[in-house]
């Protein structure tokens, strides 16, 4: 057979053989947790974790089989857990061609964020609106009246500058606080207060100040009067060579900054993206981060999570990654390209 003609037979029979795909499965679907990756039935990417009434949920873009970059990520999913043991897949919550200004092809349904103010919950995610992807990024906003689902598109930020990855912060007194960045170059990361209507800006977007090496996914979070951010670092670097992003975290008195550079607290994961969300569950805390280890593959993500552990003058440990390895013929942050 000649050499073209058997690779498209293979690549014909590993569908039928069930390589590479993503299970059908009947939603809600539910699951024990047996260790890392959470999620074993789809790849899942860009884990934001909430506390809604004593349940975690985990909002995450989906990662699309076969991988094509990040840009067919079309749909976004969210699990829940009343105990990090039981899981639940709600199913799909948005998909790119629920979005009325969205890009006509679709895709690039990015890292979202999820709050809740006021009894309803505030979905936010980028989302392109032009062929032109990489210029013409909005961050849409779809609510409902409750965590799980019933997310109705109702516009985008107005003003907000064409970058990814948004992040909303609500402090002690209801301020909520919007942060997005990376995309472009120089990969800035910029934030500005909500109005109370959480739908539009309360002033001029500032950059945040004191970042260092600063790539993409802010998430900022408070305990004990700290603002923290953590972010992954603009590609980590070892011995000269690339091999994937590290988190990193900053600290601040002030929720817009300016923040001091702290240290990394999660490794690469063995892949060149990194993203993570940290959240108090139940008096402890955990970051939420994803990996390649499910496929071996970067664009083919996997959501997991590990405790986060602070000393007593507030700085954080590095995140001990840990996980069922086995899955894949891959080893997270050992097995570096
Ligand atoms: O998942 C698409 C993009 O990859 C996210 O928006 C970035 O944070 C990176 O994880």
Same mark, same amino acid.
């Given at each position: 057979m000649k050499p073209r003609?058997?690779?498209? @037979?293979?690549?014909? &029979?590993?569908?039928?053989?069930?390589?590479? /795909?993503?299970?059908?499965?009947?939603?809600?679907?539910?699951?024990?947790?047996?260790?890392?990756?959470?999620?074993?039935?789809?790849?899942?990417?860009?884990?934001?974790?909430?506390? @809604?009434?004593?349940? &975690?949920?985990?909002?995450?873009?989906?990662? /699309?089989?076969?991988?094509?970059?990040c840009d067919f990520m079309d749909k976004y999913h969210v699990f829940s857990t009343p105990d990090l043991k039981t899981w639940t897949d709600h199913g799909e919550i948005l998909r790119a061609d629920q979005v009325p200004w969205g890009r006509k092809e679709g895709g690039f349904m990015w890292a979202p964020d999820c709050v809740c103010k006021d009894g309803k919950y505030y979905y936010y995610f980028p989302h392109p609106s032009e062929t032109e992807w990489n210029n013409s990024w909005k961050f849409g906003i779809a609510v409902s009246d409750r965590p799980d689902g019933g997310f109705k598109v109702m516009g985008y930020i107005p003003g907000a500058p064409p970058l990814i990855d948004p992040n909303v912060f609500i402090d002690d007194d209801g301020q909520a606080y919007f942060y997005i960045g990376g995309a472009q170059a120089g990969h800035p990361c910029t934030g500005v207060k909500l109005k109370p209507n959480m739908m539009e800006p309360d002033g001029e977007f500032v950059p945040m100040e004191g970042l260092e090496n600063f790539h993409e996914g802010p998430f900022v979070f408070k305990r004990k009067e700290i603002y923290y951010m953590i972010y992954p670092d603009h590609h980590g670097h070892s011995e000269?060579?690339?091999?994937?992003?590290?988190?990193?975290?900053?600290?601040s008195d002030n929720p817009l900054g300016p923040w001091k550079y702290r240290g990394v607290i999660l490794d690469p994961t063995g892949i060149e993206t990194s993203h993570g969300s940290v959240v108090e569950f139940k008096g402890k805390w955990y970051l939420f981060y994803h990996n390649g280890a499910l496929s071996g593959e970067g664009n083919l993500r996997s959501i997991c999570f590990d405790r986060l552990y602070f000393k007593g003058n507030g700085e954080i440990k590095k995140v001990v990654q840990t996980g069922d390895f086995d899955k894949a013929d891959f080893m997270p942050a050992v097995k570096r390209k």
């Open positions: 003609i058997f690779l498209t @037979f293979i690549l014909f &029979l590993l569908p039928l053989a069930g390589i590479g /795909q993503q299970k059908v499965v009947r939603y809600p679907f539910k699951w024990t947790y047996t260790g890392n990756p959470i999620v074993n039935h789809m790849y899942t990417a860009d884990p934001t974790a909430r506390v @809604f009434n004593d349940t &975690l949920y985990v909002y995450c873009s989906t990662d /699309q089989y076969p991988a094509r970059g000269g060579k690339l091999y994937g992003n590290q988190m990193l975290y900053a600290t």
